[in-house]
């Protein structure tokens, strides 16, 4: 019976040495999934704020490019603005130079009428 025993006695150890290897190995394992665990909460935790980094930009850009647009649509009617002024101009000073040389006959034929009246 010492012998069987014996038999028992160290299968009983096999048995525990292959579940204290096996515990082992799961505790490992368990260990490197928290370990992943955590890293992928990290890198989450990383995205969201890249993304939330990226949302304030985006809205900076939307307001900057309103306040662009709107600065732009001045400018166009500044320059809209200035333009007709210039048209304006321009019709102003073909008109003074058609009275100019208007004035210039009418001072011409004046001063002939009076040098030669009868030449007229």
Do not use: C, W
Request: aromatic content about 4%.
């Amino acid at each position: 019976m010492g012998d069987g025993g014996d038999g028992d006695h160290e299968k009983l150890e096999h048995q525990y040495a292959q579940s204290y290897k096996q515990v082992s190995l799961l505790e490992d394992e368990l260990a490197r999934a928290r370990s992943i665990k955590d890293q992928l909460h990290k890198y989450v935790r990383e995205l969201e704020q890249a993304n939330n980094d990226l949302e304030r930009a985006k809205r900076a850009t939307i307001v900057s490019l309103e306040d662009f647009e709107q600065r732009l649509n001045q400018a166009i009617k500044r320059n809209a603005f200035f333009e007709s002024e210039l048209d304006e101009k321009e019709s102003l000073l073909v008109s003074v130079q058609r009275l100019k040389d208007e004035a210039r006959g009418i001072i011409r034929n004046r001063i002939l009428a009076v040098i030669l009246p009868g030449a007229q």
